[in-house]
């Protein structure tokens, strides 16, 4: 089982940047893949982007060039690198593992990213 506490969100302009990180528990945290997914108000829950347990990646096409995803196995940490924020990238980010890409079976709280002027 892995147990997630998310960290990094907050308030920032549009154009902005932001670092979220996740902290996993564990010490099986290497053979999962882990993504992280964002809940907009109003709006289904979508992913974002996601790394396999062996470095593979997918990003959703709206933050493609904008987002960067990565893994730290010694430290059991995924981080997403969000640059060129845009009003529409404001939601809540939840970082999620699984033993295959987009088959995630556990789930952090959640951290508010808004972006915003």
């Known amino acids: 089982q892995v147990q997630f506490v998310e960290s990094g969100g907050g308030l920032v302009q549009p154009g902005g940047s932001l670092r979220l990180s996740c902290a996993a528990s564990?010490?099986?945290?290497?053979?999962?893949?882990v993504a992280w997914y964002r809940r907009a108000p109003g709006k289904q829950r979508e992913l974002v982007a996601g790394i396999s347990s062996g470095g593979r990646t997918n990003y959703a096409e709206s933050v493609k060039g904008r987002f960067t995803i990565s893994r730290d196995n010694t430290k059991n940490t995924v981080a997403l690198q969000m640059n060129s924020l845009k009003p529409e990238d404001t939601a809540v980010y939840y970082c999620a593992a699984g033993l295959a890409m987009s088959h995630y079976s556990y789930w952090g709280q959640g951290t508010q990213v808004t972006v915003s002027s």
């Open positions: 564990g010490s099986m945290f290497s053979i999962y893949a």
